[in-house]
């Protein structure tokens, strides 16, 4: 259970540019209390509590990002995530049962972008949620990396990758990725040729400490591999290397002038 009391807080935050954040979550003062917090941290909340009236609510504004419970009334967060995932590559940071690996798992196999177990801090909380958002649209990061022409597009075989723009053409067509997805393929494809550890990819990709033993990277690495039509036995772009990492063996190109 959240730790109410901790939401309690003085500091405010002055924005002109507000997100618009969609809440989807069942326990009515979760929902009241989360949006009076994120509220004074640049945030306009929506709470809705159930999955069928956020799918309802989903094509109203144009949403910053979503945070998702996994047990909902009705339609649970999985199914919601799924019906989102169909439409949409908002940002969606999901809630999950304390040590609940499981639940973790499905999510981010679905799509989900981040997870985030109750009980959690309000400051986690919003950490998180500017994380996933930066790695998105680069919103709340001062210091978003420009690249110059030359180093903007990375090009391997049939892949396309534009850093600045965040988009991926794969096979001719526009290529849907999560923006963790789009990171690890960047972080990948940066260091073609070379072994990148799990460390060294949630280093890359992430703006917090982790658990060295983190699996996840595996999860959307295997996502990865299932949008880029890629075989773990003969793989054309991301090779596993036992008890070391990944490689991308894809040989960049330079991009036609």
């Given at each position: 259970?959240?730790?109410?009391?901790?939401m309690?807080?003085?500091?405010?935050?002055?924005?002109?540019?507000?997100?618009?954040?969609?809440?989807?979550?069942?326990?009515?003062?979760?929902?009241?209390?989360?949006?009076?917090?994120l509220?004074?941290?640049?945030?306009?909340?929506?709470?809705?509590?159930?999955?069928?009236?956020?799918?309802q609510?989903?094509p109203?504004?144009?949403?910053?990002?979503?945070?998702?419970d996994?047990?909902?009334?009705g339609?649970?967060?999985?199914?919601?995530?799924?019906?989102?995932?169909?439409?949409?590559?908002?940002?969606?940071?999901?809630?999950?049962?304390?040590?609940?690996?499981?639940?973790?798992?499905?999510?981010?196999?679905?799509?989900?972008?981040?997870?985030?177990?109750?009980?959690?801090?309000?400051?986690?909380?919003?950490?998180?949620?500017?994380?996933v958002?930066?790695?998105s649209?680069?919103?709340?990061?001062t210091?978003?990396?420009?690249?110059?022409?030359?180093?903007?597009?990375?090009?391997?075989?049939?892949?396309?990758?534009?850093?600045?723009?965040?988009?991926?053409?794969?096979?001719?067509?526009?290529?849907?990725?999560?923006?963790?997805?789009?990171?690890?393929?960047?972080?990948?494809?940066?260091?073609?040729?070379?072994?990148?550890?799990?460390?060294?990819?949630?280093?890359?990709?992430?703006?917090r400490n982790?658990?060295?033993?983190?699996?996840?990277?595996?999860?959307?690495?295997?996502?990865?591999?299932?949008?880029?039509?890629?075989?773990?036995?003969?793989?054309?772009?991301?090779?596993?290397v036992?008890?070391?990492?990944?490689?991308?063996?894809?040989?960049?190109?330079?991009?036609?002038?």
């Amino acid at each position: 259970m959240l730790k109410y009391l901790s939401m309690v807080e003085t500091d405010t935050e002055n924005t002109d540019s507000r997100v618009e954040l969609l809440l989807i979550d069942d326990d009515l003062k979760f929902c009241r209390l989360i949006a009076e917090y994120l509220g004074k941290h640049g945030f306009d909340v929506t709470n809705v509590h159930d999955g069928k009236m956020a799918l309802q609510t989903l094509p109203t504004k144009d949403w910053g990002a979503i945070i998702l419970d996994v047990m909902l009334p009705g339609l649970d967060g999985f199914g919601v995530l799924r019906e989102i995932r169909e439409v949409a590559d908002t940002p969606v940071l999901m809630l999950t049962a304390l040590g609940d690996e499981t639940d973790r798992i499905v999510g981010l196999e679905i799509g989900a972008d981040d997870y985030l177990p109750k009980t959690f801090s309000p400051r986690e909380l919003l950490a998180r949620l500017r994380a996933v958002i930066r790695r998105s649209t680069g919103k709340f990061n001062t210091s978003k990396p420009s690249y110059s022409e030359k180093d903007a597009i990375i090009v391997a075989k049939d892949l396309t990758l534009d850093l600045n723009a965040r988009s991926t053409t794969f096979n001719g067509k526009e290529l849907s990725l999560t923006p963790v997805e789009f990171d690890i393929l960047v972080a990948l494809a940066q260091s073609a040729g070379r072994v990148k550890t799990r460390e060294n990819l949630l280093n890359d990709i992430r703006d917090r400490n982790y658990d060295i033993y983190d699996r996840s990277i595996d999860v959307h690495i295997s996502a990865l591999r299932k949008k880029l039509n890629d075989s773990l036995k003969n793989p054309k772009y991301i090779k596993t290397v036992r008890s070391a990492g990944y490689i991308f063996v894809g040989k960049n190109e330079q991009q036609s002038s």
